[in-house]
Nanobody, 127 residues
Framework: QLQLVESGGGLVQPGGSLRLSCAAS????????IGWFRQAPGKEREGVSC????????YYVDSVKGRFTVSRNNAKNTVELYVDSLKPEDTGVYYC????????????????????WGQGTQVTVSS
């Protein structure tokens, strides 16, 4: 069974950073395009970043550009999201998701275009 597990979340002060990790079991991540999403309390889940199957292209929504960096570690079968210069509005549950049918990010990261999801890791930005 394909499973994704996120880790690395926590409580951090504004301006701080975290390194989120998405690990796979039952399949090899480098065959899949990976998206990162977040969901704040009372809000819809939104896409924040994507990395293509090859790792050669990435995508970020405007609100996180310059602060978030997505990368692959094929040796560990993980995808990481480094989140820096965190703001209170970055608070939420962060999810990774995988899809195989579209190898690139294609300039968007939509919930409906991903097939496999993790359970999420909580990120709280507060002083």
């Amino acid at each position: 069974q394909l499973q994704l597990v996120e880790s690395g979340g926590g409580l951090v002060q504004p301006g701080g950073s975290l390194r989120l990790s998405c690990a796979a079991s039952g399949f090899t991540l480098d065959y899949y395009t990976i998206g990162w999403f977040r969901q704040a309390p009372g809000k819809e889940r939104e896409g924040v970043s994507c990395i293509s199957r090859s790792g050669g292209s990435t995508y970020y929504v405007d609100s996180v550009k310059g602060r978030f960096t997505v990368s692959r570690n094929n040796a560990k079968n993980t995808v990481e999201l480094y989140v820096d210069s965190l703001k209170p509005e970055d608070t939420g549950v962060y999810y990774c998701a995988a899809r195989r049918r579209i190898p690139s990010c294609s300039g968007y990261v939509y919930v409906a275009s991903y097939d496999y999801w993790g359970q999420g890791t909580q990120v709280t930005v507060s002083s």
